[in-house]
Nanobody, 128 residues
Framework: QVQLVESGGTLVQAGGSLRVSCVAS????????MGWFRQAPGKEREFVAA????????YYADSVKGRFTISRDNAKDTVHLQMDSLKPEDTAVYYC?????????????????????WGQGTQVIVSS
């Protein structure tokens, strides 16, 4: 079992930066892939980024590439999503997720069905 708790969501102006974080507990954090997804009102949940167990392998959605950075601190069982140059269309609830069956990120990690544990989400609002 893995429990995931996100934090850091808030209201921020367009062009600004924000870091959201996710703390994991339960199964050893270093043994699985972590991902971030988001869901805007009236839209389906979409992939944002994923990171391998070492942190050395990452994968991003085209919509955030060059603006967002995923990282992990295995000593603190935490994964971060640094969001820069935020746009109003980044407004969403951001969820972290764990794929406990993989240690290396693959393109298939953009599929939410790959993940077996989810956090409750943290709201990010980007004002124009």
């Amino acid at each position: 079992q893995v429990q995931l708790v996100e934090s850091g969501g808030t209201l921020v102006q367009a062009g600004g930066s924000l870091r959201v974080s996710c703390v994991a507990s339960g199964r050893a954090f270093t043994s699985y892939v972590m991902g971030w997804f988001r869901q805007a009102p009236g839209k389906e949940r979409e992939f944002v980024a994923a990171i391998s167990w070492t942190g050395g392998n990452t994968y991003y959605a085209d919509s955030v590439k060059g603006r967002f950075t995923i990282s992990r601190d295995n000593a603190k069982d935490t994964v971060h999503l640094q969001m820069d140059s935020l746009k109003p269309e980044d407004t969403a609830v951001y969820y972290c997720a764990a794929d406990t069956r993989a240690i290396v990120v693959m393109t298939t990690h953009q599929d939410s069905n790959r993940y077996d544990y989810w956090g409750q989400g943290t709201q990010v609002i980007v004002s124009s």
